[in-house]
């Protein structure tokens, strides 16, 4: 690898006028010993250039949107394509028709869709909807869970299921983080405790379905059925939000996934409203909320849940949205992604068995986390609960030799339809080599 001069140079510079050097914290190196982020200046399919011309295997995948790797040509051409026609006309347009009709398709919980453009803007509003509609306040959410950074979700829990949240951000008024009660992912116990404390103030129980956010974590068989029921009881809507899974295992919701825990009760397992993102967007700034057409028509023209965005729907984001979904849909997409990701799985895990290294690897399908730990990663405790020195030391390996990773013990890696095999057998040996090192 060449040295990554230039990359620090323009870390110096982007401290100057960039707050913190970076447009969002997860991509500094604060959790992983600090210095100089990588800074890119080209992607292709799977691979990433740097500023000092090294090439990277790329597993970061922007957090995920890029499931098609970079500059797809399906995508980039429907860009270039609405770009040439006006990027942005604060009209209703057809597209946005078609893209809302595509995902009620995919995701049969959503009677009706309002494009907004992140994930953040989604949660946020999905939040305001459920409590115009059922004329309560607060919400519960699950540890680790991460629904963007709007004051209700950037909340962490209190010292126990009966007490209410503590702002995890400064900026937060602790009256916001008081309407919002945090439970351990994967515990019903709690979240029932949770809800006969607070119950007829709880509009909504937010939850990852299947998380991303603290590794690919499963929901327990029985976890997602217990959660709607007790919220249902109570009278509680439930909001999936699906910023990341969407899209990610199938053509589809991963509440609607068929990978899900066996035995799981589908019909029981409906959101009332769900939150996208990402993947939909096909690498261009979106979001999307939606869910039942009775509770949706809270929102503003229709009724008095006011949402609204300059930005929201444009062509640009919906002729990639739209591009991305077209490309997914090809037969085998989900296959090859399946079958790159258990490879590299089963290379990983040798790889640390043979070194002696404790790895728990995570995957659904095309993403799959690494949690250097003896125990198994079901909820949040259980992923702090592991060596972010450890990852870190192999997050700095990985890198010297061409494997770029999510600089956190937390986040996913994200196989596209553009790795090969031969991208996955490097990143193998790669992943040995570091190993090695770590033990050294
Ligand atoms: N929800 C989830 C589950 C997410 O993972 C994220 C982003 N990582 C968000 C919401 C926020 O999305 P955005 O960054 O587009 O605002």
Same mark, same amino acid.
């Given at each position: @690898?060449?040295?990554? +001069?230039?990359?620090?140079?323009?870390?110096?510079? *982007?401290?100057?006028h960039i707050v913190g050097g970076v447009n969002s914290p997860s991509r500094s190196f604060k959790a992983v010993g600090g210095g100089a982020p990588v800074f890119m200046k080209r992607g292709q399919g799977a691979y990433f250039w740097d500023e000092d011309d090294n090439r990277y295997i790329d597993y970061l995948a922007a957090y995920g949107p890029i499931i098609l790797g970079h500059a797809h040509p399906h995508v980039t051409s429907?860009?270039?394509?609405? @770009?040439?026609?006006?990027?942005?006309?604060?009209?209703?347009?057809?597209?946005?028709?078609?893209?809302?009709?595509?995902?009620?398709?995919?995701?049969?919980?959503?009677?009706?869709?309002?494009?907004?453009?992140?994930?953040?803007?989604?949660?946020?509003?999905?939040?305001?909807?459920?409590?115009?509609?059922?004329?309560?306040?607060?919400?519960?959410?699950?540890?680790?869970?991460?629904?963007?950074?709007?004051?209700?979700?950037?909340? *962490?829990?209190?010292?126990?299921?009966?007490?209410?949240?503590?702002?995890?951000?400064?900026?937060?008024?602790?009256?916001? *983080?008081?309407?919002?009660?945090?439970?351990?992912?994967?515990?019903?116990?709690?979240?029932? @405790?949770?809800?006969?404390?607070?119950?007829?103030?709880?509009?909504?129980?937010?939850?990852?379905?299947?998380?991303?956010?603290?590794?690919?974590?499963?929901?327990?068989?029985?976890?997602?059925?217990?959660?709607?029921?007790?919220?249902?009881?109570?009278?509680?809507?439930?909001?999936?939000?699906?910023?990341? +899974?969407?899209?990610?295992?199938?053509?589809?919701?991963?509440?609607?996934?068929?990978?899900?825990?066996?035995?799981?009760?589908y019909a029981a397992i409906e959101p009332d409203l769900t939150a996208l993102g990402k993947i939909i967007g096909g690498g261009l700034p979106i979001g999307a909320y939606g869910g039942r057409a009775e509770i949706m028509a809270q929102v503003a023209p229709l009724g008095p849940a006011y949402q609204a965005g300059t930005m929201a729907g444009n062509p640009a984001s919906i002729s990639a949205g739209i591009a991305c979904l077209e490309?997914?849909?090809?037969?085998?997409?989900?296959?090859?992604?399946?079958?790159?990701?258990?490879?590299?799985?089963?290379?990983?895990?040798?790889?640390?068995?043979?070194?002696?290294?404790?790895?728990?690897?995570?995957?659904?399908?095309?993403?799959?986390?690494?949690?250097?730990?003896?125990?198994?990663?079901?909820?949040?405790?259980?992923?702090?609960?592991?060596?972010?020195?450890?990852?870190?030391?192999?997050?700095?390996?990985?890198?010297?030799?061409?494997?770029?990773?999510?600089?956190?013990?937390?986040?996913?890696?994200?196989?596209?339809?553009?790795?090969?095999?031969?991208?996955?057998?490097? +990143?193998?040996?790669?992943?040995?080599?570091?190993?090695?090192?770590?033990?050294?």
């Amino acid at each position: @690898a060449k040295p990554r +001069t230039r990359s620090a140079a323009l870390y110096t510079e *982007a401290l100057e006028h960039i707050v913190g050097g970076v447009n969002s914290p997860s991509r500094s190196f604060k959790a992983v010993g600090g210095g100089a982020p990588v800074f890119m200046k080209r992607g292709q399919g799977a691979y990433f250039w740097d500023e000092d011309d090294n090439r990277y295997i790329d597993y970061l995948a922007a957090y995920g949107p890029i499931i098609l790797g970079h500059a797809h040509p399906h995508v980039t051409s429907a860009i270039v394509r609405a @770009a040439e026609n006006g990027t942005l006309y604060g009209t209703p347009t057809e597209l946005e028709i078609r893209f809302a009709r595509m995902l009620k398709e995919a995701i049969p919980s959503l009677d009706k869709v309002r494009f907004v453009n992140s994930g953040t803007e989604a949660v946020m509003t999905t939040i305001r909807v459920a409590r115009a509609y059922t004329g309560r306040n607060k919400i519960i959410k699950f540890a680790g869970c991460y629904h963007g950074h709007s004051d209700l979700v950037l909340v *962490a829990a209190g010292s126990g299921p009966s007490t209410l949240g503590i702002p995890d951000s400064a900026g937060i008024p602790v009256s916001i *983080a008081h309407e919002v009660i945090t439970v351990p992912f994967n515990d019903l116990a709690a979240l029932d @405790a949770a809800l006969e404390r607070w119950g007829s103030d709880v509009a909504a129980v937010m939850v990852e379905p299947i998380v991303g956010n603290f590794g690919m974590v499963m929901p327990k068989p029985g976890f997602l059925e217990g959660l709607c029921s007790a919220a249902r009881r109570n009278g509680s809507l439930v909001i999936y939000d699906e910023v990341i +899974t969407a899209f990610r295992f199938h053509y589809g919701a991963a509440s609607t996934f068929a990978g899900l825990p066996e035995g799981t009760d589908y019909a029981a397992i409906e959101p009332d409203l769900t939150a996208l993102g990402k993947i939909i967007g096909g690498g261009l700034p979106i979001g999307a909320y939606g869910g039942r057409a009775e509770i949706m028509a809270q929102v503003a023209p229709l009724g008095p849940a006011y949402q609204a965005g300059t930005m929201a729907g444009n062509p640009a984001s919906i002729s990639a949205g739209i591009a991305c979904l077209e490309a997914l849909r090809e037969p085998g997409t989900y296959e090859r992604l399946d079958r790159l990701s258990a490879m590299l799985e089963a290379g990983l895990a040798e790889g640390a068995r043979k070194h002696g290294i404790a790895l728990t690897v995570n995957r659904i399908r095309g993403a799959l986390s690494t949690h250097f730990c003896d125990h198994p990663v079901t909820n949040y405790d259980e992923a702090q609960d592991t060596d972010g020195e450890q990852f870190a030391a192999f997050f700095r390996y990985m890198l010297e030799d061409g494997i770029c990773l999510a600089p956190s013990k937390y986040e996913a890696w994200f196989l596209t339809t553009a790795h090969t095999d031969e991208d996955v057998a490097y +990143t193998i040996e790669a992943a040995n080599r570091a190993f090695a090192r770590m033990k050294a």
